[in-house]
């Protein structure tokens, strides 16, 4: 250790030695009861690794006295929440589809609700903004497979549609060219056909007047005169300007030939009532219901 | 290394003080005069406010709070007198805190430590619980006689007397404080009674515990150590800055009354000083000011009035201590007048900003929209095309209603050509125009839809301005955004 006898001229106290710029340090004590407290802190911390978890183990940890754990507390906030919501939900349980829209309050419930539901279960498929994407229906827009009054929002949500569920929605488009309904030129043509049923553009040389027959053969029995399409068949809206699939003429070959068949999974049992009406006011509430 | 250290050499050798030192405990004396009389006015002052404020009241109308001053918490509202703030208006608060900033810089510039001294309340519960010591315990050499003696069973009552008038002031202040966080007179009904929220009870505890602690026992350790005050305010005086000082072109050389009389009738000069100590035994922080400015001093002026009673009665000139610039040391030393300089560059623009700031909150409080509207536009997704070819944008629409009834507004949209707009939930019978009632003193979070025929030729994004205008008062606010095209 170096020595020193350092001492400031001006207050005739000692320094630390340390000098800066000619600036030196004082070697002030520090006070008492700063180092008292400096102590109790640390008897504080051995305090700690009684009462909480602290040392990790060969296998574990030491658990502490008051066994606190993050996970714990979090599955206790949880269940304190869903207590919490309980009481609100009930008034969604007992409220029709249309009371919750009109009642600000229980609409502001629903659609918090719907929002963070949608966000867990329905996303991965239509997107979380319910955007949707190629095969997933668009649920902000106003065209509608299933239906998309509040009810038939709620019914598609409950059963689904082809999800196995008794009460889904059943509907098919067939393959009609893998079937050998159709042959691949009549497809080129019927698909063409559909295309102009919307205002697109056509192929040239194609046979309208051939297309038309084709289509009214095979495809009015669902898509219905004109192609307007068929909500009890889940049958698309052929003539309007979204297209669930694509609407060039590969994807709507491609769609002919093989046909169609999404699947909406049915909801009922996996979420509780009241949070499926929530999930149908939210959806219902993204702008396109009817 | 391989010589033996001795522990006393590890410690830094043979000069160094050991690593720490007990709180030196200091006995301030009593003390009359002019400064006394401005700290127990300012006292009373800063204490009234603090413990009666929360008990005025200040009519509102039905349904809001009548305290004058009330922090709510839960509801989120700010109400002092005829202002009340909500938190999307927190900018107040860092205006008045720009205000307090300058304002400390301007004290300084001026009169030194005048915060310290005067108006931090460290100081002021701290005189306050000094005054309480001397009333209990008697003045300084009572004290410090006490002190030496033993402990007596009088002696022992006077201090459990003084621990519990202590006690209660702490106990007090912090029962002040949590008035302020809901009505007063019910609170206090329910502290007594036990009915009062836990949340209340925890406070005040703390609040006492601190105020004992502070004001009774650190004490001027508080501005010592803990306190950053001394050590920036250090940076803000300048040689034109009023500090108190020690003249010691008068005072030195010390010596006695009877000696200095000598040597001023021989037409020698003498110092002043007499060294009676008085103005190191009335210091509330117990420092000596005849060592020039230094950290511990918070330039409360009790020095001044004791050394100026002691040159009444030596019949000498007052203010041998009193607030003094460093210019006028030296000017004295050769023979020039003393000056005085309040007004000079720093003192001007430091009153110039205060007053800036001030123009600009009074302006922004006066200029205070009772009607207001935020928008946020749908990120995902931005836009949607809908069957029959129409663009549509969603959008969240807040409506903020800051008076104190419902009131019934119109929402109007000015953008693409024929846009349309809806309100979800909303029917209205007026469809081109949606009415809505904003509940009072509440903000209003509603979905709103607007769509617009689109052709290839429209701009990708567009501007798009909600206009809401309160129909019974003619209010108008506005709020712009993006209308976009996928």
Same mark, same amino acid.
């Given at each position: 250790?170096?020595?020193?006898?350092?001492?400031?001229?001006?207050?005739?106290?000692?320094?630390?030695?340390?000098?800066?710029?000619?600036?030196?340090?004082?070697?002030?004590?520090?006070?008492?009861?700063?180092?008292?407290?400096?102590?109790?802190?640390?008897?504080?911390?051995?305090?700690?690794?009684?009462?909480?978890?602290?040392?990790?183990?060969?296998?574990?940890?030491?658990? $502490?006295?008051?066994?606190?754990?993050?996970?714990?507390?979090?599955?206790?906030?949880? &269940?304190?929440?869903?207590?919490?919501?309980?009481?609100?939900?009930?008034?969604?349980?007992?409220?029709?589809?249309?009371?919750?829209?009109?009642?600000?309050?229980?609409?502001?419930?629903?659609?918090?609700? $719907?929002?963070?539901?949608?966000?867990?279960?329905?996303?991965?498929?239509?997107?979380?903004?319910? &955007?949707?994407?190629?095969?997933?229906?668009?649920?902000?827009?106003?065209?509608?497979?299933?239906?998309?009054?509040?009810?038939?929002?709620?019914?598609?949500?409950?059963? $689904?549609?082809?999800?196995?569920? &008794?009460?889904?929605?059943?509907?098919?488009?067939?393959?009609?060219?893998?079937?050998?309904?159709?042959?691949?030129?009549?497809?080129?043509?019927?698909?063409?056909?559909?295309?102009?049923?919307? $205002?697109?553009?056509?192929?040239?040389?194609?046979?309208?007047?051939?297309?038309?027959?084709?289509?009214?053969?095979?495809?009015?029995?669902?898509?219905?005169?004109?192609?307007?399409?068929?909500?009890?068949?889940?049958?698309?809206?052929?003539?309007?300007?979204?297209?669930?699939?694509?609407?060039?003429?590969?994807?709507?070959?491609?769609?002919?030939?093989?046909?169609?068949?999404?699947?909406?999974?049915?909801?009922?049992?996996?979420?509780?009532?009241?949070?499926?009406?929530?999930?149908?006011?939210?959806?219902?509430?993204?702008?396109?219901?009817? | 290394?391989?010589?033996?250290?001795?522990?006393?050499?590890?410690?830094? =050798?043979?000069?160094?003080?050991?690593?720490?030192?007990?709180?030196?405990?200091?006995?301030?004396?009593?003390?009359?005069?002019?400064?006394?009389?401005?700290?127990?006015?300012?006292?009373?002052?800063?204490?009234? #406010?603090?413990?009666?404020?929360?008990?005025?009241?200040?009519?509102?109308?039905?349904?809001?709070? +009548?305290?004058?001053?009330?922090?709510?918490?839960?509801?989120?509202?700010?109400?002092?007198?005829?202002?009340?703030?909500?938190?999307?208006?927190?900018?107040?608060?860092?205006?008045?805190?720009?205000?307090?900033?300058?304002?400390?810089?301007?004290?300084?510039?001026?009169?030194?430590?005048?915060?310290?001294?005067?108006?931090?309340?460290?100081?002021?519960?701290?005189?306050?619980?000094?005054?309480?010591?001397?009333?209990?315990?008697?003045?300084?050499?009572?004290?410090?006689?006490?002190?030496?003696?033993?402990?007596?069973?009088?002696?022992?009552?006077?201090?459990?007397?003084?621990?519990?008038?202590?006690?209660?002031?702490?106990?007090?202040?912090? =029962?002040?404080?949590?008035?302020?966080?809901?009505?007063?007179?019910?609170?206090?009904?329910?502290?007594?009674?036990?009915?009062?929220?836990?949340?209340?009870?925890?406070?005040?505890?703390?609040?006492?515990?601190?105020?004992?602690?502070?004001?009774?026992?650190?004490?001027?350790?508080?501005?010592?150590?803990?306190?950053?005050?001394?050590?920036?305010?250090?940076?803000?005086?300048?040689?034109?800055?009023?500090?108190?000082?020690?003249?010691?072109?008068?005072?030195?050389?010390?010596?006695?009354?009877?000696?200095?009389?000598?040597?001023?009738?021989? =037409?020698?000069?003498?110092?002043?000083?007499?060294?009676?100590?008085?103005?190191?035994?009335?210091?509330?922080?117990?420092?000596?000011?005849?060592?020039?400015?230094?950290?511990?001093?918070?330039?409360? =002026?009790?020095?001044?009035?004791?050394?100026?009673?002691?040159?009444?009665?030596?019949?000498?000139?007052?203010?041998?201590?009193?607030?003094?610039?460093?210019?006028?040391?030296?000017?004295?030393?050769?023979?020039?007048?003393?000056?005085?300089?309040?007004?000079?560059?720093?003192?001007?623009?430091?009153?110039?900003?205060?007053?800036?700031?001030?123009?600009?909150?009074?302006?922004?409080?006066?200029?205070?929209?009772?009607? +207001?509207?935020?928008?946020?536009?749908?990120?995902?997704?931005?836009?949607?095309?809908?069957?029959?070819?129409?663009?549509?944008?969603?959008?969240?629409?807040?409506?903020?209603?800051?008076?104190?009834? +419902?009131?019934?507004?119109? #929402?109007?949209?000015?953008?693409?050509?024929?846009?349309?707009?809806?309100? #979800?939930?909303?029917?209205?019978?007026?469809?081109?125009?949606?009415?809505?009632?904003?509940?009072?003193?509440?903000?209003?979070?509603?979905?709103?839809?607007?769509?617009?025929?689109?052709?290839?030729?429209?701009?990708?994004?567009?501007?798009?301005?909600?206009?809401?205008?309160?129909?019974?008062?003619?209010?108008?606010?506005?709020?712009?955004?993006?209308?976009?095209?996928?």
């Amino acid at each position: 250790m170096s020595q020193h006898n350092d001492t400031d001229h001006i207050s005739g106290r000692s320094t630390t030695g340390h000098e800066w710029d000619g600036i030196e340090e004082l070697n002030t004590p520090l006070p008492r009861w700063w180092v008292l407290t400096f102590y109790a802190t640390i008897i504080w911390a051995f305090g700690y690794w009684v009462v909480y978890p602290a040392w990790p183990l060969v296998s574990g940890y030491t658990a $502490g006295v008051l066994h606190y754990t993050n996970r714990a507390a979090v599955t206790a906030n949880l &269940a304190q929440l869903e207590t919490m919501r309980g009481e609100k939900m009930k008034a969604l349980g007992t409220a029709s589809l249309a009371e919750i829209e009109n009642d600000p309050a229980l609409l502001a419930l629903a659609r918090a609700r $719907g929002k963070t539901v949608f966000g867990d279960n329905c996303a991965p498929c239509h997107g979380s903004g319910a &955007a949707g994407a190629k095969g997933y229906p668009n649920l902000n827009d106003d065209d509608w497979l299933w239906g998309g009054t509040l009810e038939q929002i709620m019914q598609t949500i409950q059963f $689904g549609a082809r999800s196995g569920h &008794a009460r889904a929605h059943e509907g098919q488009m067939l393959a009609f060219g893998k079937d050998g309904v159709l042959k691949s030129d009549e497809i080129v043509t019927v698909a063409n056909y559909v295309r102009s049923l919307s $205002g697109l553009s056509t192929r040239k040389g194609y046979d309208a007047a051939k297309g038309e027959k084709i289509f009214a053969d095979n495809c009015v029995a669902c898509h219905g005169d004109g192609g307007k399409g068929n909500q009890e068949l889940g049958a698309a809206n052929l003539t309007d300007k979204i297209w669930l699939y694509g609407s060039d003429e590969a994807t709507l070959i491609e769609t002919i030939s093989n046909g169609r068949a999404g699947v909406m999974p049915a909801w009922e049992g996996r979420l509780d009532p009241s949070t499926i009406k929530a999930m149908a006011v939210y959806v219902h509430s993204l702008g396109g219901g009817k | 290394m391989t010589k033996n250290v001795t522990s006393k050499e590890l410690m830094g =050798g043979d000069d160094d003080l050991p690593l720490y030192a007990p709180q030196k405990k200091i006995y301030p004396q009593r003390v009359s005069g002019t400064f006394r009389r401005i700290k127990w006015g300012l006292m009373a002052l800063c204490l009234g #406010v603090y413990y009666l404020l929360p008990l005025l009241r200040w009519n509102r109308g039905l349904g809001a709070p +009548d305290q004058a001053v009330l922090i709510d918490l839960p509801n989120e509202r700010f109400y002092f007198f005829f202002i009340e703030l909500w938190p999307q208006e927190v900018y107040y608060f860092t205006g008045l805190l720009i205000l307090a900033a300058f304002t400390l810089f301007l004290m300084n510039a001026l009169g030194g430590r005048t915060w310290c001294g005067y108006l931090c309340p460290q100081t002021v519960w701290t005189d306050l619980f000094y005054a309480v010591e001397r009333w209990t315990e008697g003045d300084r050499r009572a004290r410090i006689k006490a002190d030496a003696g033993p402990l007596t069973a009088a002696r022992l009552a006077r201090r459990a007397l003084k621990q519990a008038i202590w006690l209660i002031i702490a106990w007090w202040t912090g =029962g002040a404080w949590v008035l302020y966080f809901s009505d007063a007179p019910t609170l206090v009904k329910d502290l007594a009674t036990f009915q009062a929220p836990a949340i209340a009870y925890i406070w005040i505890g703390i609040l006492t515990a601190s105020t004992y602690l502070l004001a009774g026992h650190a004490r001027e350790q508080v501005c010592l150590y803990m306190c950053p005050w001394p050590r920036i305010q250090a940076a803000l005086t300048d040689e034109w800055a009023l500090n108190v000082t020690y003249k010691y072109d008068r005072g030195e050389p010390r010596c006695s009354v009877k000696k200095g009389r000598a040597q001023r009738a021989l =037409g020698e000069t003498a110092g002043d000083c007499v060294d009676c100590n008085q103005c190191v035994a009335v210091c509330p922080t117990g420092i000596d000011i005849r060592n020039g400015a230094q950290l511990g001093c918070i330039q409360c =002026g009790l020095c001044i009035d004791a050394c100026d009673n002691v040159m009444k009665r030596i019949g000498r000139p007052m203010r041998l201590i009193g607030y003094d610039n460093d210019i006028n040391v030296q000017r004295r030393t050769s023979g020039k007048a003393e000056v005085f300089r309040p007004v000079r560059s720093r003192t001007v623009v430091y009153a110039a900003l205060i007053a800036m700031v001030c123009a600009v909150m009074l302006h922004a409080l006066l200029t205070r929209s009772l009607l +207001d509207l935020n928008v946020l536009h749908d990120r995902n997704p931005v836009a949607v095309k809908l069957s029959a070819g129409a663009i549509r944008n969603g959008y969240t629409l807040r409506f903020l209603n800051k008076r104190g009834f +419902d009131r019934v507004i119109a #929402v109007d949209v000015d953008g693409p050509a024929n846009a349309q707009i809806h309100i #979800v939930g909303v029917d209205s019978v007026t469809p081109d125009r949606p009415m809505i009632v904003l509940a009072r003193d509440a903000t209003t979070e509603l979905r709103v839809l607007v769509t617009a025929s689109f052709d290839e030729t429209m701009e990708k994004t567009q501007p798009v301005k909600f206009r809401i205008t309160d129909i019974g008062l003619g209010e108008v606010a506005s709020a712009t955004d993006h209308f976009v095209t996928p």
